[in-house]
């Protein structure tokens, strides 16, 4: 998994009621093409690509929530470049519309893969309060 970066914090712990096919779904709305994919019982993925860019198929952004373990951790919730050699960023207890658009930040950047900046991201009005 790529490393991440946190951005924000201190909503409700939500992560467990994180239903990752809304986001999907608010993605698509907004006239995203993404894909959502669950590789194995505690991950869930969303691959998003704004538009076609000179014949590439790939997605340009991901979406991991990996759930936690039944040890009291909390799940981890990152976006990002789709490109594991990028650094993903960290969603502290994001609730779908905020994941959803944090994932359009990055997806609709006019480099879709650098990473979407802290300062991008509270120009846009999408960090969480403390």
């Given at each position: ?9 201190g ?93 359009l ?26």
């Amino acid at each position: 998994m790529p490393s991440a970066t946190a951005i924000g914090s201190g909503a409700p712990d939500c992560h467990t009621d994180l239903d990752m096919d809304l986001v999907s779904r608010i993605v698509r709305q907004a006239g995203i093409d993404c894909l959502l994919r669950m590789p194995d019982d505690r991950t869930t993925v969303i691959l998003a690509e704004p538009r076609p860019r000179g014949g590439r198929t790939r997605f340009t952004v991901r979406a991991t929530r990996i759930r936690a373990d039944d040890h009291g951790h909390r799940d981890h919730v990152s976006v990002g470049p789709n490109d594991a050699r990028r650094t993903a960023m960290h969603v502290p207890e994001p609730d779908e519309r905020h994941l959803a658009a944090l994932i359009l930040a990055q997806a609709l950047r006019v480099e879709p893969d650098e990473m979407v900046t802290v300062d991008e991201i509270r120009a846009l009005g999408l960090t969480q309060p403390r």
